[in-house]
């Protein structure tokens, strides 16, 4: 089993929709980034958090510590929004990252 | 501006060559990282720097050699030992520990 896993793995939508990517992790973590990578491969850092919620535009994180799960909201999707979301856990000096979501918003 | 470059983005090398690729950042990061990615998959760590002068193996070292002589700098060698080489490399770097990375734009490595 993955020490950080995602879901889902795949999601299609229609333009307008809102959107939710989760995170659940089973190590001990200091922190969680939520990232976004584009077809071309760079990876662009969207939130780190440790603890309650953050949001950015229309992107919003949020993480539980007790229940080890974080989830990445997105209002109002636009098509420009598709990308491969990922999440990644702070443990000691390493980042351990979850396979990503791939995110399709339709016209 | 502040930031992280790779370089190049795209490289093609024959198999059985060394191959080096290049990451300099400019935000005056202690901590450097490489990943290495392939289709499908999360990103592994190869190697980390906390400081110059002095770098870790991650969990998929073997094949791969780095140097941290300055701090700006963490360049990656694939060498010939490496079995499957042809991947998306990305370096990253931080202030240090458990603080929010930044990332390069990556390397496509296609080996022939």
């Known amino acids: 089993k993955n020490e950080v896993e995602q879901s889902p793995q795949n999601l299609t939508a229609q333009e307008g929709e809102f959107i939710t990517i989760n995170c659940s992790y089973s190590?001990?973590?200091?922190?969680l980034h939520w990232l976004q990578q584009h077809p071309g491969g760079g990876i662009v850092s969207l939130f780190m958090?440790?603890?309650?919620?953050k949001k950015h535009g229309r992107l919003i994180a949020t993480i539980n510590i007790q229940e080890k799960h974080s989830s990445l909201h997105i209002t109002a999707s636009h098509p420009r929004d598709s990308a491969v979301y990922i999440c990644?856990?702070?443990?000691?000096?390493?980042?351990?990252w979850g396979a990503g979501t791939k995110l399709i918003i339709k016209p | 501006d502040g930031g992280i470059t790779q370089s190049p983005k795209y490289l093609f090398r024959k198999e059985g060559q060394n191959v080096t690729l290049s990451c300099e950042q400019n935000?005056?990061?202690?901590?450097m990282y490489w990943y290495r990615q392939d289709p499908g998959q999360g990103l592994r760590l190869i190697y980390y720097s906390q400081i110059v002068n002095d770098f870790q193996k991650g969990d998929i070292a073997e094949g791969y050699s780095v140097s941290r002589e300055k701090k700006e700098s963490f360049p990656l060698t694939v060498t010939s030992a490496q079995k499957n080489p042809t991947a998306f490399y990305l370096c990253a770097s931080s202030m240090g520990k458990n603080t929010e990375a930044f990332f390069g734009q990556g390397t496509r490595l296609t080996v022939v």
């Open positions: 990644a856990a702070h443990s000691n000096y390493q980042l351990i």
């Open positions: 190590v001990g973590i200091s922190a």
């Open positions: 958090l440790s603890s309650g919620k």
């Open positions: 935000l005056n990061h202690d901590a």
